[in-house]
Every structure is written in C-alpha cells, then in structure tokens.
C-alpha cells in the first residue's frame, strides 16, 4: 500500500534521506578505480608514442647519409631529445646497419621499461616499450 500523497505530490511516509549519498559511498571505490585505471592506460599510449618518435627521430638522423647512418652516438643524441618527458638514464637507444663500408639501411630500436601507478589482476605491473623503425640510407651523389 502506498502512503498517501500530499497536495504538492510529495509522500508523506518515511523519509528515504542520505541514500543518494549511501549509493555514491558504494559506487566510490569503483570510480576511483575506473580512474586510475583511465589514467595508467593514458600513460602507455602516451609513453609509447614518445618512444615511437625518438626511434623515427634517430632514423631519420641516420639516413642522411652514409656517415649519419653509422653514428650511433649522434643518432642516441637526437632520439633522446624527443624523449624529454621520460627518464634517459632508462631510455635504450641501439642502432645497426646492413652493412659497415656501404650501408642502405638504417634500424633504430628504442626501448623504455613502463611501471602502472596500480596493480590490475591479470595485467603485468612493468612492460617494456619498444619500437623500431628502419630507414633507408640516402645515396652519397658527388658534387
């Protein structure tokens, strides 16, 4: 049975007062997770687009010409300077070639271990970044 209704619509009955705020008690813990959640994975994209930019940096230095493409502390320098946001000391920037005398192809492998902020059930806390591009090398043409 219903408790009869006031002129203005309103129940006159039992007050149902602080449920909204019992509901949202409940439903804190999950949107805060939901959150961090949001937040970590946020951070692998970002971090993984940096990565991808300091490998396609470092092979576009390389494939200037011959002498860029067997740099590989010139082409650690510019792959690093794209990665302003992270750690250098745990950035890894490795480069090689297809050949030491002529090359034509440049590959750049950059790496970066990535921690979450939090711990998920079934996804690994730590992940290694990695991206690698490979460039093809400009032909020396004599002036």
């Not at 961090?36 to 692998?44: E, L, N, P, Q, T």
């Not at 940096?50 to 590989?72: P, W």
């Not at 990665?83 to 002529?102: G, K, M």
């Not at 079934?122 to 460039?135: C, D, F, H, N």
């Amino acid at each position: 049975m219903h408790a009869p209704r006031t002129s203005a619509g309103r129940r006159r009955g039992p007050a149902r007062r602080g449920l909204a705020a019992v509901e949202f008690a409940i439903l804190l813990p999950l949107l805060c997770f939901l959150f961090a959640a949001a937040v970590d994975f946020s951070r692998i994209f970002y971090y993984d687009l940096i990565v991808a930019n300091c490998a396609r940096s470092g092979a576009l230095y390389g494939s200037q010409d011959t002498t860029c493409a067997v740099d590989t502390s010139g082409i650690q320098a510019v792959a690093q300077k794209d990665a302003a946001d992270l750690n250098s000391q745990q950035l890894t920037v490795t480069s090689s070639v297809n050949s030491s005398s002529n090359p034509t192809r440049v590959t750049v492998t950059v790496t970066y271990p990535f921690s979450t902020i939090s711990r998920y059930p079934g996804i690994p806390s730590q992940i290694t970044l990695s991206r690698t591009v490979q460039a093809n090398v400009v032909p020396w043409t004599p002036n």
